[in-house]
């Protein structure tokens, strides 16, 4: 979302958000893989499955899903959605204001609603 704002390049985002993702997507699925199919050498049967269904599960969520699905979909769908013109609110924005100016902002925002909701 940060880059989308930043850039207005929906495409650009999910390209940047992919690569920034990518490793960790791909070094956390070969870890689980390796630990759950582990498994399959145990002596119990029921472990076998498991472990097997759990390695395939985590391939294809990482592999299939995450690494081709989302982003497919992200970009197809933000090409979609170009024609609603979606401005982010000031909600979507960070804040560059400290805290208790926020806090402070808020309570009279609350004050000055609830006086003239009463008269």
């Known amino acids: 979302m940060s880059a989308r704002v930043h850039t207005h390049n929906p495409t650009g985002s999910?390209?940047?958000?992919?690569?920034?993702?990518?490793?960790?997507?791909?070094a956390a699925a070969i870890i689980m893989i390796f630990v759950?199919?582990?498994?399959?050498f145990g002596g119990q049967p029921a472990i076998k499955s498991i472990g097997?269904?759990?390695?395939?599960?985590?391939?294809?969520?990482?592999f299939l899903v995450r690494m081709t699905l989302v982003p497919?979909?992200?970009?197809?769908?933000?090409?979609?959605?170009r024609s609603l013109r979606i401005r982010?609110?000031?909600?979507?924005?960070?804040?560059?204001?400290?805290?208790s100016s926020t806090a402070s902002a808020i309570?009279?925002?609350t004050r000055s609603s609830s006086l003239t909701s009463t008269s």
């Open 14 to 26: 999910v390209l940047s958000g992919f690569t920034a993702g990518a490793r960790v997507v791909t």
């Open 88 to 99: 982010p609110t000031l909600a979507m924005m960070p804040s560059t204001r400290p805290i």
């Open 36 to 40: 759950f199919g582990s498994f399959i």
């Open 52 to 62: 097997l269904a759990l390695a395939f599960g985590v391939l294809a969520d990482a």
């Open 107 to 109: 309570a009279r925002t």
């Open 72 to 81: 497919a979909v992200l970009v197809v769908m933000s090409r979609k959605l």
